[in-house]
Each structure stands twice: as C-alpha cells, then as structure tokens.
C-alpha cells in the first residue's frame, strides 16, 4: 500500500488501518485491531489483545504497556484530525487505573477533547471485555506537520539539535 498524500480523508484512514501488516511493531505486540474512526467527531477506537508475556508476575498488564495503549489510541485520534499529516507527540499525559487490566480482549476508545491551532487535548479509556472501565487518561499532544518533522531529521543528521526555536 502507497501512502497518500496529505490530508487523507477518512475512508483513505480506514483503508491503511485494516492493513494489520502495516502497524508498527509495539502495536501488533499489543495486539492492536482497528475498529473505527471519525474524523468530524475526532474520535479513535480499536481493540487490543495483549497476551500473557506483558503481564506483571502477579499476572495483569504491567501499567506501562496498559499506557501505551492509551496514549496509541489517544495520539491516533488526534493524528486522525489532521489527515496523517506529521506526527502527534505527547507532551504529558495522566493515567487512572481503575481496575487490573488483564490479558485477552481490551477495547480503546481515544478522543480529542480540544483542538488549538498546534496542541490537542486528549482523552482515552480502556475497557474490560465486560464493558467496565479499566483505565482512564488524559494526554497533551502537539502537532508536528511532515515538512517540519523532515527539518528536525536533517538536523539531526547534521548533528545539530532538534529543540524547537517556536
């Protein structure tokens, strides 16, 4: 699959997100399964299936990949916003563990709360096959475009630094 040029609309979204082969590793590690996306209400949902090898020896999810899906489903949304143009890094983010997150299937639902013209306000939610809320966050993230995502690498390369001068 060729990647689209920039803004892709939401049926080119759904497209690339029902191609599993083309996750990144961390996500099909946490068995990450694309469910829907709407671009209007800036809302992400996906299933994850995490096994047995990231549980804690008490056996539920060690809380950091818990957050990991959280802040994939998070950041998705509001990448989604943008048509998958650049990057959405988190700046912040909180977590609140209601209840042990345990292996098998795990539904996400992420959502932006709030646009500014960089920042997005995030907020996500994790469930039990049950329905019941396991997990809770809320996430700032900041929009980087590709042009200025390709600036900070040529930097890089040139061994200078990437801080933001904005």
């Not at 996750?23 to 399964?33: D, I, N, T």
């Not at 299936?49 to 990949?65: D, M, R, T």
């Not at 143009?85 to 909180?94: A, C, I, N, R, W």
């Not at 709360?113 to 019941?132: H, M, N, P, V, W």
């Amino acid at each position: 699959m060729s990647f689209p040029v920039p803004p892709w609309d939401e049926a080119q979204i759904r497209a690339y997100f029902t191609r599993a082969d083309l996750a990144p590793g961390y996500s099909q590690m946490l068995g990450f399964e694309f469910v829907d996306v709407s671009v209007d209400d800036m809302r992400f949902e996906c299933r994850f299936n995490p096994g047995k090898e990231l549980c804690s020896p008490w056996g539920a999810i060690q809380g950091g990949f818990v957050t990991a899906m959280l802040d994939d489903t998070m950041s998705l949304a509001a990448i989604s916003t943008v048509g998958f143009d650049g990057v959405v890094p988190t700046l912040e983010m909180k977590t609140s563990f209601f209840a042990p997150v345990m292996p098998g299937p795990l539904r996400a639902v992420g959502q932006v709360l709030r646009r500014g013209k960089k920042t997005f306000f995030t907020e996500g939610r994790l469930f039990a096959a049950d329905g019941s809320v396991t997990t809770h966050a809320t996430a700032t993230c900041i929009h980087r475009p590709h042009d200025r995502v390709k600036q900070d690498r040529a930097r890089q390369a040139r061994g200078e630094s990437s801080r933001s001068t904005e």
